[in-house]
């Protein structure tokens, strides 16, 4: 019998990739598409409508091999390798200038490839789920590398004006978090929120070897993506009725890839000897 944790790891992969590909097909042609085909020298060869077309129905036979896993264990196989092709085709497109902000230096002060990092999330699920051989704490790594790159990397883009105010809408929609203007300016509460996220990759590469530390590690990490989820409700911006998802609803839900990351980091570290 599967492990409920690892139940709950594929029904979340299979519900925000049935979410992903069906607003996509919803949605048509749009700018993270078009970026990609810009930097593989291919928007020509086809209608944009038709590279969409193509990036809705991957995401939605993602979701299906998802739900299937659940049940069949032998499925594992196929999805994760469909995962790796999925993420690797967004990851090439890093190496593009459009990913990165001229005005501020470029790389590595992230722009519009914010959220194209979030698919070394699926990357690494896929690796653990194609290989199951791996030792305990080679795993955890491999789980928890893209959850520490988006800790650092857009936890660390906190510190600036530039992510202050892009995030304060996002914020301010959130009763877990709009208080804190209240109290503390556009900067310093983004400082804030980015101090609470590299708290939290202290204690998940901790964790690691000292397990009592686990439990504190995931609850406190697994809050930034869990908060993240609860902007599509709040944020006025996020759904839509004709969509279900806007293009900041995309971003947004690929924050339960993290998720699903933790849970097999849970799997990972429990096995791992304690220390004390």
């Not at 925000?16 to 930097?39: C, E, N, R, V, W």
């Not at 190496?95 to 990165?100: E, F, G, K, P």
Request: proline share 4%; aromatic share 12%.
């Amino acid at each position: 019998m599967k492990p409920l944790h690892m139940t709950i790891a594929l029904f979340l992969l299979a519900i925000s990739t049935a979410l992903l590909g069906l607003s996509m097909g919803l949605l048509g042609p749009h700018k993270q598409i078009s970026l990609t085909t810009d930097f593989y020298l291919i928007t020509d060869a086809l209608p944009a409508a038709i590279f969409n077309l193509l990036a809705a129905l991957a995401f939605i036979a993602c979701s299906v091999l998802s739900f299937i896993a659940i049940k069949k264990n032998n499925i594992k196989l196929i999805l994760g390798y469909v995962l790796i092709m999925i993420s690797l085709v967004p990851l090439g497109s890093l190496l593009s200038n459009s990913m990165w902000i001229a005005s501020m230096g470029g790389f590595p002060v992230i722009g519009s490839g914010q959220g194209v990092i979030k698919y070394f999330a699926l990357f690494s699920i896929g690796l653990l789920l194609i290989k199951r051989n791996y030792s305990p704490l080679v795993s955890a790594w491999i789980s928890i590398m893209p959850v520490l790159l988006v800790l650092l990397w857009i936890g660390g883009m906190k510190f600036t004006l530039l992510e202050a105010q892009g995030i304060e809408a996002l914020v301010k929609s959130s009763p877990f978090m709009g208080w804190l203007y209240n109290f503390f300016s556009i900067q310093t509460t983004s400082n804030i929120i980015g101090i609470y996220d590299l708290i939290a990759v202290v204690l998940l590469i901790m964790a690691m070897y000292y397990r009592k530390l686990m439990f504190p590690a995931i609850l406190i990490s697994g809050m930034v993506f869990v908060v993240t989820q609860s902007f599509l409700v709040t944020f006025s911006g996020s759904l839509s009725s004709e969509t279900i998802l806007s293009t900041t609803g995309h971003f947004l839900i690929k924050d339960l890839w993290f998720l699903v990351c933790l849970f097999f980091y849970y799997s990972a570290v429990k096995q791992l000897p304690a220390r004390d």
